[in-house]
Nanobody, 122 residues
């Protein structure tokens, strides 16, 4: 059974940092695309950052480029999202997701975690 469990969300002031973690199990970690997505109230879910399985290429959305860093630890089957210089517009539920075949950071991934709330105050 595929499981993705996020942790590390919370409340932080603008300019602050948070590190999200995603513990993955039930699938060959290094054969899947895996990444972070977010959904703010009233908005569509969007891809934030992904590690693409085809060639290990890393994707960042324009809104987080230069502020967020995705990384993985294959020995622990974990993916991290280091978020620096957070802005109020980063407030959302952040999800970890994985997909065996995707070559993009798409919201059509097959497997999803339950999400973790990130709130950035002014």
């Amino acid at each position: 059974e595929v499981q993705l469990v996020e942790s590390g969300g919370g409340l932080v002031q603008a300019g602050g940092s948070l590190r999200l973690s995603c513990a993955a199990s039930g699938f060959p970690f290094d054969d899947y695309a895996i990444g972070w997505f977010r959904q703010a109230p009233g908005k569509e879910r969007e891809g934030v950052s992904c590690i693409l399985s085809s060639d290990g290429k890393i994707y960042y959305s324009d809104s987080v480029q230069g502020r967020f860093t995705i990384s993985s630890d294959m020995t622990k089957n974990k993916v991290y999202l280091q978020m620096n210089n957070l802005k109020p517009e980063d407030t959302a539920v952040y999800y970890c997701a994985a997909d065996q075949w995707s070559t993009t950071c798409s919201v059509n991934y097959d497997y999803w975690g339950q999400g973790t709330q990130v709130t950035v105050s002014f």
